[in-house]
């Protein structure tokens, strides 16, 4: 908590935080359209019904109490190595006015971090070339290939 600076703190995604900018934080990673309160609560209600499957975490400025700071891991259950478990990290998100500031490398470690205590081997995720210096600051190598097929 120290670390993230005073007038910051993290917690979990909460449901009304549709109306703390939750949305255009994201936006700095990818097209992401408003939505209607009652979509927002439909999906969050969805993620909350699996258990110990879907964490979002965001750093909130307690000054505005806007989110400053997103990002997700979900865990995967496998039939491989005995019911192994895998968390992938997802739409990781810093609002431009507070990059640099480590904000990132906190989400990284604290989303590492459940996903280690819920009991994953590995955790994992996909990024764009010029976001491999982060990751590695963060601890992640690179490992083989993303494919995708858009439909
Ligand atoms: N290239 C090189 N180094 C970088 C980069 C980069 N693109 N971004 C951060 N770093 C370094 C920092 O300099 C810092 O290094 P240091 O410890 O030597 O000082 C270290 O990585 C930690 O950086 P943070 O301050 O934690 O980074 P920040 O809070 O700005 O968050 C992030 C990084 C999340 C990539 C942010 O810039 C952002 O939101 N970018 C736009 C959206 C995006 O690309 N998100 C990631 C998509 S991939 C995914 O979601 C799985």
Do not use: W
Not at 57 to 82: C, H, P, W, Y
């Amino acid at each position: 908590q120290a670390q993230l600076g005073s007038d910051l703190h993290m917690r979990p995604l909460a449901k009304d935080d549709l109306y703390r900018s939750h949305l255009s934080v994201l936006r700095v990673l990818t097209s992401t359209p408003e939505l209607t309160e009652e979509q927002y609560t439909q999906a969050f209600n969805r993620l909350k019904s699996c258990p110990n499957t879907y964490f979002t975490l965001v750093i909130i400025n307690r000054a505005t109490d806007q989110v400053v700071g997103v990002g997700s891991v979900f865990m995967e259950q496998k039939f491989t190595r005995g019911l192994g478990v895998v968390g992938h990290i997802e739409d990781i998100a810093v609002d431009k006015s507070v990059q640099g500031r480590k904000l990132g490398l906190r989400i990284i470690q604290a989303l590492t971090t459940i996903s280690e205590r819920v009991g994953s081997y590995k955790t994992i995720l996909n990024c764009s070339d010029a976001n491999i210096p982060f990751y590695e600051k963060c601890g992640f190598q690179k490992k083989e290939n993303e494919m995708a097929r858009y439909h």
